[in-house]
Structure formats: C-alpha cells, structure tokens
C-alpha cells in the first residue's frame, strides 16, 4: 500500500513539472506573437494600401469586363444617317439607341433602315412614329435600333 | 535509562500486536493521497496539461498565420510602388476627386474637335463608389466615335452610360452631344 502512496506522489510531482515546463513554453509562444502583432501593426500602412489595390483590381476588372464600346453602337447608327438623311436627335443606351431623323422622301428612311441592318452589331430595328411635316415637308421618323 | 528502553519495547510490542490499527492508518494515509494527490493533483493536473497542450496548438497556427501574412507583406511592399500600381491608383483614384479627369477629357475632346460647354458631377447614391459625370459638347458628329473610343485610353477609368446627340439650331453641321459616364474611386 506504501509502494501505491509513493507512486501517486510521484506521478503528481511529474504532472506538477510537465505543467511548469507547459508554462514556460506557453510564455515563449506569447511573446513571440506579441512580438509579430507588433511588427504586423507597423505594417498596417502596408496593408491597408495592399487591401486598397485589391479592392481597385477587382472594381478595374469588373468594370472594364462590362464596359461596352459605344464608339462601335454610335457609328453603326450615324454613318448611315450621315448618308441617307438628316439627324434629329439620337439617344444611345447599351442595348438600344433611339433615333429620329429627318427625310425629305419616305424612300431614304428605308434606305437608312437597310444600311442600319447592313451592320452587324445591330439586331433590329423597330419603326416607332412617322410624321410628314407640313411646314417643310419633311419626313419625321422615328426607331428604336436593338443592339444584339 | 533502563526504564526507557523498556518503554519503548512496551510501546512497540502495543503497535505490532495492533494490526488493526496500523491497517486503517494506511487506509487514511492512501484515501488522503487519492484526494489530494490523486483527484486534485493528478487529474485536474491532466486537465491543464491538456488545455496547454491544445492553447500551445493554437499558438503555433497563430504564429505561423503572422510568419505567413508577414512575408506577404515583405513581399507585397515593392509590388505598391510599382508602375503598374501608379497607373491603377490614377484610373481609380482613393478619393472622390474629379479634378484631374476634368482636364484630361477636355483635353480629349478638343483633341477631337469639341468644346466641351459643360461638365456636372455628382455621387451615386447606394454604397457605389462611382461618380456620375454629365458632359455637354459641341462639335461635329464625324468624330464622335472617335471620341468615345478616345474616352477608353483616358488615364481615369470610365465607362459611358448614355449619349445623347441633337443638332444645334441654325448652326449646320454642329451637334450638342450629351455624355452621361460614370468614373470610380475606392476609399480606404
């Protein structure tokens, strides 16, 4: 029965060393990590301006990914008008255009709705109003030009 | 002296022919031992040996994260003072300034022939950080394609949203071109 008290006492004075060496370790680590907190919060300048581009790359992707070239969508729509009739007013969105002009016969409206579809980044035309001026006699007309 | 000895013989032959008594004396001695040694040395002593162990495990990961994000750091520093770096801050500025792509796109557009009459700025509302840009120009429609795709080598990044184009009365050949864009910046 003595052997089993002595043995328990030794096994607790292990547990009681195994313990202290745990601390110290545990001690070490802490101040290890408060040692890099610190010089990771001397780079948060740094962090903030990487976390900063990061975000722009993303918006810049994203952005140039979606944008549309309307130089393409106004050209398709102008130099037809330019050959066939006269402007009056055009309003261009990213997937349709809203075009009036103004004609002196009804044969060059059809002329422009021909060289318009002659485009391919057109995929359709819609006739929406056509008006015969009597002031100057004129041909007010009217499309709305889908954009495929 | 002799009565000492003789005590001590007395006192010894009492305890021996008393087994009973030196019996429960180690049962005492061994239930005092399991408690106190036992039950709150030994077991509570695993306990926080093993809560240690697991604070320890942790530690390391946490060390290791920092050791990881630092040599990112180390090694991100450069890469901001880059060329590359410089032209997207300017494409996509930290603060809602318009200044500077003002000059630029009056520049590009009388690069194109248009004068540009007048530019008016204002936020999205929403969490966008966009800036809408509504441009009034004057100028010949010859060109305007050339100068929306001018707009895309601007250094500010932009992105057109809607055109309006209408002939300027009593004015042959010149046309009012509306420009609705949006040019972003990201707060820090």
């Known amino acids: ?148 | 002296m002799i009565f000492f000895k003789d005590l001590e013989i007395r006192y010894v032959r009492e305890i021996e022919s008393r087994t009973e008594k030196k019996a429960t004396l180690y049962l005492i001695m061994l239930v005092f031992t399991l408690v106190v040694f036992g039950y709150f040395g030994i077991v509570r002593g695993v306990v926080s040996l093993r809560e240690k162990n697991r604070m320890i495990g942790e530690f390391d990961q946490i060390i290791s994260n920092l050791n990881a994000n630092l040599e990112k750091v180390s090694m991100l520093e450069p890469i901001l003072q880059s060329e590359k770096v410089r032209v997207l801050h300017k494409s996509i500025t930290t603060d809602p300034e318009h200044q500077n792509f003002m000059e630029e796109f009056v520049k590009v557009s009388s690069g194109n022939g248009y004068i540009v009459e007048k530019m008016d700025f204002n936020k999205t509302s929403g969490h966008e950080n966009k800036i809408i840009a509504e441009a009034s120009l004057r100028g010949s429609i010859d060109t305007a394609g050339d100068l929306l795709e001018n707009f895309h080598q601007l250094e500010r990044l932009v992105s057109v949203e809607k055109i309006t184009i209408t002939p300027i009365s009593n004015r042959p050949n010149e046309y009012l071109l509306r420009i609705s864009m949006y040019i972003y910046y990201v707060e820090k």
């Open chain 1, 1 to 148: 029965m003595s052997v089993l008290i002595l043995a328990i006492q030794v096994l607790f004075v292990l547990v009681v060393i195994f313990n202290i060496i745990l601390n110290v370790s545990l001690g070490a680590k802490y101040k290890q990590i408060a040692k890099l907190s610190s010089d990771m919060t001397a780079k948060s300048r740094v962090v903030t301006d990487v976390r900063n581009v990061n975000d722009k790359i993303i918006l810049y992707r994203s952005v140039t990914g979606s944008r549309e070239s309307y130089s393409d969508k106004l050209d398709s729509v102008l130099i037809p008008v330019r050959e066939t009739s006269e402007l009056v007013s055009l309003n261009v969105e990213s997937k349709n255009a809203k075009l009036s002009v103004r004609a002196d016969r009804p044969l060059q409206a059809g002329l422009l709705i021909a060289k318009i579809l002659d485009n391919e980044s057109v995929s359709e035309i819609i006739l929406t109003s056509a008006e015969l001026r009597s002031r100057d006699q004129a041909y007010i007309v009217g499309f709305e030009v889908v954009f495929k």
